[in-house]
């Protein structure tokens, strides 16, 4: 069940590719919603529209947004030309894509039935949480100003890119060489069918030299062992070998979350990698000071994961002030650099292995 309501577009706040954020009039009050072109066209002052209010009558994690579900001034959306595969499918706000694997398979349908020859080891850097995307990909690019990164976009939290202004930044600033959104999110530079598809476009219509390989924001957690959107890195693991690249991993680690779940070495990091993933990958891991060391090791040793997993430590990573500019705002889960060093010294970490293994080919 959702939660529904008409309002009326009051004013726009901004805009940008893909996506308006509105101020709205539901009843006497002035709330905020999030507008997308592409699903429902667009909004302008004056328009009455009905929104999905849901997510905000719970308090959830939406930002305090509703959503624009239909626009009564808009009697006719056109349908596009090119690609019929169908993403969001069987909901009313399903939409027509063209897909690679379409393009693929117009170039040369014997080419499109043929085995993959595979990724031939380049580096696939599997991310949980979306907070991980601009300091990897700024620490890289630091590190390496000429490689190309390709970030491939799951669909296991929010499925629009549209929403990540982390991601409009880094491609506005041309550190991201482009975008792949796989199974029913949508909106990159390539839409693919599934994350196989999603490895081989990256890799050969885009020429990635690294691929990032994370969720969108918004991600899922419960309570339980097993119920957490990002148990998927363990899958992706076995995914990358398969189709012949190296995984490499970005171990969650935070010693500021008050969980103790989420202690030293997240528990979804631990199952994940532990329990799920059947392969091995790449785990590297910054050097912290001697206690949290500790703590670390033996997370690593209880869950399996020192001998199922290559775990190496960097022991120089760069200091934070890598992560200067205006445009980007350091946060996971409420807490920014200063308040969770150990979560971004991590990701930094992983950026450092991965220009290594760059260097070595």
Known sequence: MISAETGIVENIIWSREGIQCLEVKLGDKREKALNYPYLTGPVLPGHRV???????????????????????????????????????????LQCKVQVYEELLGSKDSSLALCRYEGLK???????????????????????????????????????????????????NDSLL?????????????????????????????????????TPGPGVVGTFTRYGYSGIEQGEHVDRVRKMQGLPIVIPRISFSDSRPRHYGLSHHTLTALGEIAFQSACFPLPLLDRDKMLVIYRQLKMSGLLGKHKIVIIKKPQKLKLYQGDNYKFQTMGRGIKQDPAFFVTVIAAAYFTERIIAMN
């Open 177 to 213: 060489e482009g975008t792949v959104t796989c199974g029913h999110a949508f909106g990159g530079d390539l839409e693919t069918v599934n994350i196989y598809t999603a490895l081989m476009a990256a890799r050969e219509k885009l020429n990635a030299d690294v691929i990032l390989l």
């Open 50 to 92: 009905i929104l999905n209010t849901t997510a905000v009558k719970l308090g959830l994690g939406s930002g305090g947004y509703h959503f624009v579900m239909a626009n009564y001034a808009l009697n006719c959306l056109p349908l596009s030309s090119d690609g019929h595969i169908i993403k969001l499918r069987y909901t009313p």
């Open 121 to 171: 080891g380049i580096p696939v850097v599997i991310g949980e949480l979306h907070s991980m995307v601009a300091p990897f990909v700024l620490a890289l690019k630091k590190l390496n100003p000429a490689v190309k990164i390709v970030y491939i976009m799951t669909d296991s939290a929010a499925l629009p890119l549209y929403l990540s202004d982390t991601v409009f930044r880094l491609k």
